[in-house]
């Protein structure tokens, strides 16, 4: 039984196996002296012991899957919401901000201000230099947006190709 039960327990580092050992001796040891307890008995109990670490150590490795998992589905919930390029949000990511943004706007009676640019000939560039070079200029464009923006609630999108929205309020 205590076999199977070591059988279910997940990988265990050189810390948490010696925790366990020194656990399941003192617990024994204290089991012993306290209900004066026979080899059986501690037998027994040793096995119960071994079964409930068993058990709590497969619901903590699930738990700590499932977290992993949770932050991974986040991570990549915020990805698709980003331009793996320039780091801006993308159409998608734009329109959730500016869509939440709105609502404030409105409420405040704020002026809002959308704003477009579009690098001109940008197919002509990548077709003259090389996507490379035209990754590298619509990197260095997102780069001078960023540092035009002069607050932290303008909204900054690139759309696609050379083209950028910016939110202003």
Known sequence: VLAGALFLIPAMDLSEQIYYDVLLVLYTVFASIKFHASGNEIFNMAITVGMLFAMSRVLYVRLVERLTLKEHERVEKDNELIDSMTGLLNRKGF???????????????????????????????????????????????????????????????????????????
Do not use: W
């Open 95 to 169: 329109e959730r901000r500016a869509y939440a943004a709105m609502p404030e706007c409105i409420g405040k009676k704020h002026r809002v201000s959308i704003v477009m640019i579009d690098i001109d000939e940008m197919n002509r560039y990548n077709d003259s230099y090389g996507p490379e070079r035209g990754d590298e200029c619509i990197r260095v464009v997102s780069e001078l947006v960023k540092q035009a923006a002069l607050r932290n609630t303008e909204v900054i999108c690139r759309q696609n190709g050379g083209r950028f929205i910016l939110f202003v309020e």
